[in-house]
C-alpha cells in the first residue's frame, strides 16, 4: 500500500500555466498513469482555491465526480477561502465543513490564503476544523515573498501561536518555506530556497515536531524531497525520530514531474538505513491513521 497525501487532479484541465509551456494541470486519467507507474494506491485531491492559487478553481463537486468516477483511488479534501462573505462566525464555518464530513471529505487543503496565520478569518476556519475533526494542509510563505500561502516569518513564530491554539487540530506542513526550516543555520534570506548544505542542529522544524504532537509533516515536491536528500545522514536520524509524523506526497501539478520520493524512500530501506516498519508509516499507515481511512 502508498498513500500519496499531496495530488492535485482536474475532470477537464483546459488551461496552460504559463503562456510560454503547455503545462497544465494534470487529469485523473494522468493521475492514475502516474500512480500506477509508481505503485500508488490511493491519492488525496487538494484543490486550489483561494484568490492566489495558482491553478482553476475547483467545487467540491468536481473533486467527488472524480472520486465516483474512479473509487478507491482518490480521497478527498476540500479548501475553503476564509475570506468569503458568508463566512463570519463559527457557526457559519462549521455549517460547512459539517456539510462536506458528511458527504465524504476527509480534511481540509491545500490552504494558500495569503493570510497571517493568526488572521481572525483563519481562526475561525482552524476552530471548524478541530471541532469536526478535519486535519489542515498549508503552505506556507514569508511575508516578504509575492506568492501564495499563508503568511509567517522566519522562524514561525505564527504558527506556533496556532499550534499552541488548537491543540487537537492536525496540521500538514508543506512548503519550501516550512522544509528550509529544517537545519539550524538557515539564514532569512535563504528561507524561501532549496538548500543543499549539511543539516545542522537547532532548527525550527524538528523543534516544533518535538514541542508539538498536532503537527505532521507532508513531504511533497522538492521542497520535503530537498529537505531529506540535502543530507541524507541527517534524514535517516530524522525519519527514525518521527517516522509517525511524517507522510509521503509527491505534488505531481503537470505531467512533467517525476517526484521520486518512493524511489529514494525505497532504496533507502533496502539499504538498511530506516526500518521496514518506517517505510511503511511513512507510505500509507500515517496517512491511514491520521485521515482516518480504516484501510490498517
Known sequence: ??????????????????????????????????????????????????????????????????????????????????????????????????????????????????????????????????????????????????????????????????????PELKFFAHSTAFWSEISGDLQPAAKNTYPATPVKPGGTVPRLLRQYPNLYGDLSAGSGFNALTRDPAHAYEFIDEFQDRLMLGLDHTDISHDFQHIEWLTRTRDDGHISNEAFEKLTWRNADRLIGLGLA
Do not use: W
Open 1 to 166: 500500500m502508498i498513500i500519496d497525501i499531496h495530488a492535485h487532479v482536474f475532470a477537464f484541465p483546459k488551461f496552460r500555466k504559463q503562456p510560454d509551456r503547455p503545462d497544465m494541470f494534470m487529469s485523473a486519467e494522468q493521475q492514475i498513469g502516474r500512480m500506477d507507474e509508481k505503485g500508488i494506491d490511493k491519492a488525496v485531491i487538494l484543490p486550489l482555491n483561494s484568490a492566489e492559487g495558482p491553478a482553476e478553481c475547483q467545487s467540491s463537486g468536481e473533486v467527488l465526480y472524480i472520486c465516483e468516477r474512479f473509487p478507491g483511488r482518490f480521497i478527498p479534501f476540500c479548501e475553503i477561502d476564509p475570506r468569503r462573505t458568508d463566512l463570519t462566525n463559527l457557526a457559519a464555518f462549521r455549517f460547512l465543513l459539517e456539510q462536506h464530513r458528511d458527504l465524504g471529505f476527509k480534511g481540509v487543503g491545500e490552504l494558500t490564503a495569503r493570510l497571517p496565520f493568526d488572521d481572525p478569518r483563519l481562526q475561525l476556519l482552524f476552530a471548524a476544523c478541530e471541532a469536526v475533526g478535519f486535519p489542515i494542509t498549508f503552505h506556507t510563505i514569508p511575508p516578504e515573498v509575492h506568492s501564495y500561502g499563508v503568511l509567517d516569518e522566519f522562524g514561525l513564530p505564527r504558527f506556533e501561536k496556532v499550534l499552541q491554539t488548537f
